[in-house]
């Protein structure tokens, strides 16, 4: 965890409402840091539906493993996230090292193992000693209460240099009802329907099997749509949980992901994830430079996202953007090895609204000046028109500085 905070921080940390059904602790396990929190539990109330999305990795961390067995069953409890340790590529202690954690956690909150929910985040390959969640889990359940998100995030930071936090309001039906969200991550990030660590909370009353359908669609376009360094985690774990608590309060209880009723929900939702999807871009490991990557006119949406994605995990691209220069041929390049649909001749490129090339060369009107003064804002947007379709895609991304270097050659040591 960074002592100095990211430049692209938000200006302003969102006051996050507590939700029924939800109670939230944190303290110091020892995990790795020293003199810091390092783990969080929530506890949830009982009938407190769960939906995950998780890494597509062939390598995926113990805590994955755990969730996605016991995602069957749809309901939770707790959720018990640790820091500093991934857990991942660990064998067989691993799998012990979870299923003691849980079991832990089970008695502390009183509940069925299975009903236990686990993440971690930190170094891949080193043993993670469970043991020292033994008494501070029933701690935390003892102490638990509905408020403190800020703290939640910060106990989960790894290299973040801030937390990351969002939520939305809406009305179901007649009732009020509300979405937290939290979320880690600065490095090792090219999501593959999740981010590092993230996690939403609503007191809507879903369903499971629609908790799972919003969630998989939502991720999309929001989580699945940034990427920092191209590396996609072991340990890449989204979990939403719903309490249901609103129904004591006339919210209609949802059955069908499809329920015409669940259109703002749904909407404030995805607003909750495109937000911390976000703030993982503005803390990218080393970064100073938020990059908005648009590609328009693609045979297909998916055709226009992979095309996007090659320019946003660029190194050339990143670099440059990290020098303030326009460099728009490595853009060229990055749309030319997609290995997509694309035509030389029609393709046209702008920085921040300024057009540099047009129709397969440099623009006429270019000016090396007003380019050079524009790429100096924090905020950088490639717009890339290839005009062969109605396709059209946006992902977020960051620059690649000497800082992110620093960092990542000294991560564990």
């Known amino acids: 965890m960074s002592s100095a905070v990211s430049p692209l921080a938000p200006k302003n940390v969102p006051d996050m409402p507590t939700i029924a059904g939800i109670r939230l602790a944190t303290a110091e396990a020892g995990i790795r840091y020293k003199n810091r929190t390092d783990v969080l539990l929530a506890v949830m109330d009982k009938g407190t539906a769960v939906a995950g999305v998780f890494t597509r990795s062939k390598c995926p961390s113990a805590p994955v493993e755990w969730c996605r067995a016991k995602l069957k069953g749809g309901k939770a409890r707790a959720l018990v996230v640790n820091s500093g340790n991934a857990n991942a590529f660990t064998g067989k202690t691993g799998r012990a090292s979870t299923a003691l954690t849980a079991k832990i956690a089970a008695k502390a909150v009183g509940c069925s193992e299975s009903e236990i929910f686990l993440a971690s985040t930190g170094v891949i390959g080193e043993p993670l000693d469970a043991t020292k969640f033994d008494g501070v889990l029933g701690r935390l359940a003892e102490t638990a209460e509905p408020g403190d998100y800020l703290a939640a995030a910060k106990a989960i930071m790894t290299t973040d240099t801030f937390p990351k936090v969002a939520t939305a309001t809406v009305k179901l039906g007649k009732a009020k009802v509300t979405i937290n969200g939290m979320a880690k991550g600065a490095g090792m990030i090219a999501p593959d329907m999740a981010t590092m ?135 060229v390049m990055a749309v030319g090895k997609a290995g997509e649909p ?72």
Not at 204 to 220: D, N, R, T, W, Y
């Open 342 to 413: 694309a035509d030389r001749d029609k393709l046209s490129i702008s920085f921040n609204g300024i057009r540099v090339a047009k129709s397969g060369a440099r623009d006429p009107d270019y000016d090396e000046a007003q380019v050079s003064e524009a790429m100096k804002a924090p905020e950088i947007a490639i717009k890339v028109s290839l005009g062969l379709g109605k396709g059209r895609d946006r992902v977020m991304t960051c620059d690649l500085t000497k800082e992110y270097v620093a960092i990542n050659g000294d991560y564990r040591s």
């Open 197 to 331: 660590l993230s996690f939403i909370f609503t007191d809507a009353p879903i369903a499971p099997a629609a908790l799972q359908a919003l969630l998989k669609a939502g991720v999309e376009d929001t989580f699945n749509a940034v990427t920092i360094d191209g590396d996609t985690s072991t340990s890449d774990t989204l979990l939403a949980f719903a309490t249901g608590a609103a129904a004591e309060h006339r919210a209609p209880k949802i059955s069908r992901a499809s329920d015409p009723r669940l259109k703002a929900f749904v909407k404030a939702f995805n607003q909750v994830l495109a937000n911390l999807a976000e703030q993982v871009a503005r803390d990218g490991e080393g970064a100073r430079k938020l990059v908005e990557i648009t590609v328009e006119g693609a045979k297909t949406k998916a055709s226009a996202r992979k095309i996007a994605m090659s320019i946003a995990n660029s190194p050339l691209v990143k670099t440059a953007i990290a020098g303030e220069d326009a460099n728009w041929g490595r853009v």
